[in-house]
């Protein structure tokens, strides 16, 4: 959709928080914000107590690199918020909504990118929470922080920052690439700016979630210091060793009591990605006691190419139970190529399992999409068909509109941004 044809917003924002809980099917569900920076694995495992008389005691990792947990009371209580509060996920009880910050999560890590954006990230989470007119910003507008390497740069954000070689950045608003060149020091007042005017212009009757939404460009006129912006979406993210530290994922991001147990085995911090995956620092040297807690280490596993929105029973929505679909599905599907083998960029890509029209939590890179099917077999005969379709596309050439999907198609990276950029419940 274009700004002149997106339709008001109608309904309100309900992404939920420690404070405004979302009355799940399952019970209150409640979203914790990290904002692209480290949480203890002590921190994981007192938020497993909270859930630990749950049907399903875990932690779900979404598509914007938070964590939440279902099955909760609403309110609720103090001893709850305490736990979340010492866990250092909650820093601000007004501005816990707009902390949505997804980050390079192994920026300052390997050695790669343009610049370690961890010191920038923890300026810009610090100013959304001291900035009072922010608290109206939204539980739906995104950040991304990308150090260079391209990693988040695809991500559907409303404002972006995207490093450069020579300490400068990047700032860009929504989708239209075009945006301000200013030194790294300069980013986090900008975006301050911008995020601003965006709760001024929906104060004065704007009814908008996203940047993409308005009715014209935010920020200021294109003048000299605007830059276009041609950093790529890099869609290869390590699994495994990488240098001293490790990047292992989460199966169908549902992070458990094991996961945890063999997490605080190997180290102390952990950062989130939005691809439902960890950064385990100084972890290279635990791959044994990770992979044998049930993580994901090999970038060839089925697990890896697996996603699945909440499903039956936690969404009334659905139509199936798609964890359980998953499940089924993962000992035959075909293993995504190893990096650099031949089709890499091609095949095996990920499949998401979803319950509903809504699809929710789907990939930002092309995926294969299989919709509420009715039996394994269906679900087999949708990827195996995209799988060997996906073999004759030439890289670059999107093979279905994602704005009117199909089930079984195999989707372009990127859809609008007032598609599927909101993470629902």
């Known amino acids: 959709m274009t700004a002149s044809t997106t339709p008001a917003r109608v309904t309100a924002d309900v992404c939920p928080g420690v404070g405004r809980p979302f009355a799940a099917a399952d019970g209150s569900l409640v979203r914790l914000r990290p904002a692209g920076r480290p949480v203890s694995v002590t921190g994981l495992a007192r938020l497993l107590d909270l859930v630990a008389g749950q049907p ?12 939440q947990l279902r099955g ?14 010492e866990a250092g996920l909650l820093p601000s009880t007004t501005h816990e909504l707009v902390r949505n910050v997804v980050a390079s999560p192994l920026s300052g890590l390997d050695g790669r ?9 923890v300026t810009l989470d610090r100013a959304l929470c001291a900035t009072p007119a922010l608290s109206d910003l939204g539980g739906r507008f995104l950040f991304c922080v990308d150090d260079g390497r391209g990693d988040v740069a695809g991500e559907a954000s409303d404002l972006g920052v995207v490093a450069l ?8 608003a929504g989708s239209s690439g075009r945006g301000w060149r200013l030194p790294l020091e300069r980013v986090v007042p900008l975006l301050v700016e911008l995020a601003e005017e965006f709760v001024t212009r929906r104060a004065h009757g704007e009814s908008v979630w996203h940047v993409d939404e308005l009715a014209s460009p935010l920020g200021p006129a294109p003048t000299a210091s605007s830059h276009q912006a041609t950093v790529s979406h890099v869609a290869h993210r390590p699994l495994g060793a990488v240098g001293p530290h490790a990047v292992v994922g989460v199966p169908l991001g549902l992070l458990t009591r094991g996961h945890v ?34 993580l994901v280490v090999d970038a060839g596993s089925p697990w ?8 039956l029973p936690g969404c009334r929505r659905s139509a199936i139970d798609t964890r359980a679909m998953a499940s089924q599905l993962a000992p035959n599907l075909e293993s ?11 095949t095996a890509r990920p499949v998401h399992v979803s319950g509903c029209e809504r699809r929710c ?50 989707h372009p990276a990127r859809p609008p941004a007032s598609a599927t950029r909101q993470e629902r419940p």
Do not use: K, M, N
Not at 72 to 85: F, M, S
Not at 262 to 285: C, F, N, Q
Not at 336 to 346: I, T, Y
């Open 56 to 67: 399903d005691p875990s932690i779900q990792l979404t598509s914007r690199a938070a964590l």
């Open 336 to 346: 995504a190529p190893a990096p650099g083998r031949p089709g890499a960029d091609r």
């Open 72 to 85: 909760l009371p609403d309110p609720l209580p103090p001893e709850a918020v305490a736990v979340v509060r």
């Open 304 to 311: 890896a190419r697996l996603h699945a929105c909440t499903g």
């Open 165 to 172: 070689p020579d300490g400068a950045a990047v700032v860009t």
């Open 361 to 410: 939590g789907t990939p930002s890179t092309p995926f294969v999409d299989v919709l509420a099917p009715g039996s394994l077999d269906e679900a087999l005969a949708i990827v195996r068909r995209a799988d060997a379709s996906a073999r004759t596309y030439p890289t670059a050439a999107p093979t279905a509109d994602p704005a009117t999907p199909t089930t079984g198609a195999t």
């Open 113 to 121: 990118g343009h610049a370690d954006v961890r010191p920038l990230v």
């Open 261 to 294: 147990a063999g997490l605080a085995r190997v180290t102390d911090h952990v950062l989130v990605t939005p691809w439902r995956s960890l950064v385990v620092v100084d972890g290279a040297g635990g791959l044994t006691d990770l992979s044998e807690a049930g």
